[in-house]
């Protein structure tokens, strides 16, 4: 089986299609998390055609995260490839020998380059845990919840993010900061993380998450508030859905009393009566915008 060519597609993420809401009600939180940057190397992006959107938008979302995680002191964790033929095992079968050793197939794509401080691991499978010492560095570091960027979606970073799960460690999947072989494909791998193992999020709330305080705008004083009390999937939803009642979705009297209180502290006072009255991520914006978005 040879990987595909010329792959063309726009990721499968709002506002072309809502992301999944997850089973799994974790909050990322930047003192247990660790990010994985999965085998973004020139062979594996070969197959992309030139200006592929799916693409160019993984890597512009992963170097976003990149520069909130390293800022905020959380650990980033690299796979690549490295050659060696000699312990292909049963991927050979499926793949053949894979790619060469030469600095034009293992390469990190520069726009997501490891830095100095972040840590390289040698992939020899599907799953970055397997051959790998990746659980005992997440340990070491007192790191339970990994996001994941990457590719290819249904493989690798499903397979890694299953893995994790089963090591208990908590998956946060970046819906918009991986790509696969098409839209079909990508929205397959989402869903079934989202169901069975993990939380898929959008890179914004990974990046508001990482920078408290320092959110992006208005809009992200809004998400960061709601992340400290929503899980991800429902924080998502709220932003995709901005009319939706966020006490249908699960905010209840004093998570909202909390949330106003830091929006507050950020330079809005919005009266709780009020915000009743229409509960709705709109509504907050809206609110900021009118008093000129102090953020």
């Not at 597609?9 to 999944?20: G, N, S």
Request: contains cysteine; charged residues 20%; aromatic residues 8%.
């Amino acid at each position: 089986m040879a990987l595909p060519t010329l792959i063309e597609y726009a990721a499968p993420v709002p506002p072309q299609r809502a992301l999944p809401l997850s089973t799994a009600p974790w909050v990322l939180d930047p003192t247990r998390a660790a990010v994985l940057v999965h085998d973004l190397q020139r062979y594996f992006l070969r197959p992309y055609a030139p200006g592929c959107e799916a693409l160019t938008g993984a890597l512009q979302a992963t170097a976003r995260i990149l520069t909130a995680a390293r800022a905020a002191g959380v650990p980033v964790f690299y796979t690549a490839q490295d050659g060696d033929h000699a312990d292909r095992g049963l991927q050979a079968d499926l793949w053949g020998p894979g790619m060469s050793a030469v600095a034009d197939h293992t390469g990190v794509v520069p726009e997501v380059a490891p830095a100095p401080e972040d840590t390289l691991l040698v992939k020899r499978r599907y799953s970055a845990f397997a051959k790998s010492d990746l659980a005992e560095r997440l340990a070491g570091a007192g790191r339970d919840q990994l996001v994941i960027t990457g590719v290819y979606a249904h493989i690798g970073i499903t397979a890694t993010a299953f893995d994790g799960f089963q090591r208990e460690v908590q998956p946060f999947v970046v819906a918009d900061a991986v790509a696969d072989f098409g839209a079909d494909q990508h929205a397959r791998a989402l869903d079934q993380i989202a169901a069975c193992c993990g939380v898929v999020a959008l890179a914004d709330h990974v990046v508001a998450a990482f920078t408290p305080g320092r959110a992006d705008g208005w809009d992200g004083q809004v998400r960061a508030a709601l992340a400290r009390l929503l899980p991800t999937e429902l924080v998502e939803r709220a932003f995709a859905e901005p009319e939706a009642d966020l006490f249908e979705l699960g905010l209840n009297s004093l998570q909202a009393f909390d949330m106003l209180d830091d929006l507050a502290d950020a330079g809005v006072d919005i009266d709780f009566g009020e915000f009743t009255r229409r509960a709705c991520v709109a509504y907050l914006v809206e609110q900021g915008e009118r008093v000129g978005s102090p953020a």
